[in-house]
């Protein structure tokens, strides 16, 4: 795998302007609304992107293809179709969908042999209305929250299917595979002290750590910096993850990102619970404002109110105010900067090429602060 | 009753006999109500989280049977005779765990390791001192079925004992309806019960007979794994059986 290997840029090349940067957020399953915690996550990643773009080449991968063959799509895909047969999805809203979500995780598990016509179609491109209504309906709030959309609608297969990913990994000497026994297949970094991470179960279904091997295995050795995106919660698993990926060359970054708790919880999406707080209907209420306000005033509450860590729950009220700062950042914007964007971009970064968002959203904040160049704001923000 | 099993319950008494008096004297293990209180007496012990059980871990990486009972057969004849004492009387519990042992032998001391890597043991101990190991791990899950195979012969590996005369014996599996996982378990118990007995020693040639059931059981059966038959309430059937000759 030597050939493989990039060396890492010197340090002495500050602006890292010919570092190619990969950003992989975890991606959503099209079965619901997107809620504060998912909202987050894009805002956080689209304002990553485009602060990271002007200081190096950077990839937004975000593919919906590669994540479908998981057991939470697939399944819900076999439930719709064995519990609402011919319905007409276009004329659903994603809160009718994310209903039948919500009883399609708390039905029985369908058994591998049923999803198995679900995984090849998948394979092949094939998505349900469902999903596909979903997905369209989420296009609409990226459009209207100013984020890049990465191929939301677009099939974009991973690099390897699930044998040549699983050869690959076994390549690196981190694969245990069970399946002549008919066992399971396994992530093994035990090496390195690691537990054991299942990827594939004994009857055949990959979950979604065995997705992201498909896609970021043959993508990994094109770039100089990796960064995961993912929910706190799956750390252990991006922790393997990045131990992978740096095998082949690139210095891989975890960013966790904590969820937003609704009244002090944090809830999964399969139990429900996103009447008013999920992204259409904080965008309808917003509607009153400007289409630049809304898009600032979501990134400032979402990246720099939040911030990082899941103690805060959800505030309306702050959102509100949010928008109201970004009223008042808009007017005021615009005053010649004296040092160029790019160094002032450059500030917020460590030992990485990538920007930090956090830093970089509350560094708008502040009373005393100057106001931000609107140079700033429209390349990153609006 | 029939005589198989007769002879299979018999043979069941005699091992709780030899492991654990305490339990013979406790259940009448010439009926076969003593004999299923005994066994939920043993299940219970092994179902316990009991830190100071005496176990020992197996590695399992991929399975060859033949090969394996080669090195089940040496790992149980390196484990001494103090350690044996108390396997025995916790009926040589093995726990059989997923991992490759070539990754673990930096950080895990293993009493034995299969010359290819496939498989590796630690020595028999309180159950503490793999709870590392167990955490890093997964449960060996081998839900095929054990495949059927013409006999393999071995020979088990190391020089005779002085003054013993190498002996052949025969390893009968019944494989019908037995997973891998299964079939590691009930033949694991029979190797390791026969070495610590002196029934199995170095030079000794063992052949593996994989058969869907082990009926008759062979009047030449000089020990004999047996367990509830699923499909036949109340009655024995022997799982894996070792016997003189091949």
């Known amino acids: 795998m030597t050939a493989l290997a990039t060396e890492p840029a010197a340090p002495g090349a500050a602006t890292g302007a010919a570092r190619r940067v990969l950003l992989a957020p975890i991606t959503i399953t099209p079965s619901k609304p997107l809620t504060p915690s998912h909202l987050k996550g894009l805002l956080w990643t689209d304002v990553m992107h485009r602060a990271t773009q002007s200081l190096a080449h950077v990839t937004h991968r975000s593919s919906h293809t590669t994540y479908h063959p998981t057991e939470q799509t697939l399944g819900f895909w076999e439930f719709l179709d064995r519990t609402e047969g011919d319905t007409d999805y276009g004329d659903l809203t994603e809160e009718d969908i994310g209903a039948l979500y919500v009883a399609f995780r708390a039905a029985a598990r369908p058994s591998a042999r049923d999803l198995r016509p679900y995984a090849e179609a998948a394979e092949h491109g094939w998505v349900h209305p469902a999903s596909t209504r979903v997905l369209t309906l989420w296009s609409g709030h990226y459009a209207r929250l100013g984020l890049h959309d990465p191929g939301l609608l677009r099939y974009q297969p991973p690099g390897l299917g699930l044998d040549a990913a699983l050869d690959r990994l076994a390549g690196l000497g981190m694969c245990l595979d069970q399946r002549a026994v008919g066992g399971p297949v396994f992530l093994d970094l035990t090496r390195h002290g690691l537990p054991l991470r299942q990827l594939v179960t004994a009857d055949g279904r990959p979950n979604y750590l065995a997705c992201a091997l498909r896609e970021l295995l043959p993508l990994a050795p094109g770039f100089d910096e990796i960064v995961l995106l993912y929910d706190t919660e799956l750390d252990s698993d991006h922790q393997q993850l990045a131990r992978v990926l740096a095998e082949l060359g690139p210095s891989v970054r975890r960013v966790p990102i904590g969820r937003v708790p609704i009244d002090g919880r944090i809830r999964s999406a399969r139990q429900g619970g996103w009447r008013d707080v999920h992204a259409g209907a904080l965008l309808d209420a917003a509607a009153g404002h400007d289409p630049a306000v809304v898009r600032l005033g979501m990134r400032l509450y979402f990246i720099a109110v939040l911030g990082p860590g899941q103690q805060q729950s959800f505030r309306p009220e702050l959102l509100a105010q949010s928008l109201k700062r970004a009223e008042r950042l808009l007017e005021s914007a615009g005053q010649p900067q004296p040092e160029p964007l790019t160094d002032r971009l450059a500030r917020h970064r460590k030992d990485h090429t990538y920007v930090d968002p956090y830093r970089l959203t509350s560094g708008l904040l502040g009373r005393r602060r100057a106001a931000p160049g609107l140079d700033l704001l429209t390349s990153v923000y609006l | ?246």
């Open chain 2, 1 to 246: 009753m029939t005589r198989t099993q007769q002879l299979l319950r018999e043979r069941t008494a005699v091992r709780i006999r030899a492991a654990r008096p305490d339990l013979a004297d406790r259940h009448d293990l010439a009926t076969p109500d003593g004999l299923l209180d005994a066994h939920r007496h043993i299940a219970q012990e092994a179902g316990a989280a009991d830190d100071g059980q005496i176990l020992a871990a197996v590695v399992v990486r991929d399975v060859d049977l033949a090969r394996w009972v080669r090195d089940t057969c040496v790992f149980a004849l390196g484990v001494p005779p103090e350690d044996a004492a108390a396997w025995r009387a916790s009926f040589t519990r093995t726990v059989f765990l997923a991992g490759n042992p070539d990754h673990l032998r930096d950080r895990f001391v293993f009493a034995h390791l299969a010359d290819d890597g496939s498989a590796a043991w630690t020595a028999p101990g309180p159950a503490a001192g793999t709870t590392t190991l167990r955490r890093l791990l997964k449960l060996f899950d081998a839900p095929a079925e054990v495949p059927p195979a013409p006999a393999r012969h071995l020979t088990v590996p190391g020089e005779p004992p002085p003054g013993r005369v190498p002996v052949t014996r025969g390893l009968h599996l019944a494989t019908a309806g037995c997973t891998v996982a299964e079939a590691l378990v009930h033949l694991n118990h029979v190797i390791a019960e026969a070495v610590l007995d002196g029934l199995i020693a170095p030079g000794d040639r063992l052949t593996l007979h994989r058969v869907p059931r082990i009926n008759p059981l062979p009047g030449h059966a000089v020990r004999v794994r047996a367990v509830p038959d699923p499909r036949l309430p109340g009655r024995l059937r022997a799982a894996a059986a070792l016997t003189d000759g091949d």
